[in-house]
């Protein structure tokens, strides 16, 4: 599998930015995690590409949403009302099996793509 991210980039706090993922082929879940230096490797949104269902991290929900456009294997997140706090590299990775909204299921990542937010 492999994924390949898009869309970061420099943006001022407030605004918003649209991260992408292409996928070479579709997996049982889709997830956007993001590290910021220091910390640890953090979930973000998760979808379950069958049924749509998502979940988000506390942090991002109310202005983050996760979607796919399956005709594409594409993964899209879309960031707005972004804070400082939101400035990190974003992976895009996928599970095969296992608990879509855990880490451990994540086996496939891409390169990532860097938020920053000022």
């Known amino acids: 599998v492999q994924l390949v991210e898009s869309g970061g980039g420099s943006v001022q706090a407030g605004g ?14 889709m997830g956007w995690f993001r590290q910021a230096p220091g910390k640890e490797c953090e979930g973000v949104a998760y979808i379950v590409t069958s049924s749509g269902n998502t ?11 996760i979607s796919q456009d399956n005709a ?27 608990y879509c909204y855990s880490q451990l299921a994540y086996h496939y990542w891409g390169q ?7």
């Open 72 to 98: 594409k294997n594409t993964l899209y997140l879309q960031m707005n009302s972004l804070k400082p706090d939101d400035a990190a590299m974003y992976y895009c990775a996928a599970a095969g099996s296992g």
């Open 112 to 118: 990532g793509t860097q938020v920053t937010v000022s």
């Open 55 to 65: 979940r988000y991290a506390d942090s991002v929900k109310g202005r983050f949403t």
């Open 16 to 29: 918003s930015l649209r991260l992408s993922c292409a996928a070479s082929i579709s997996r049982w879940c």
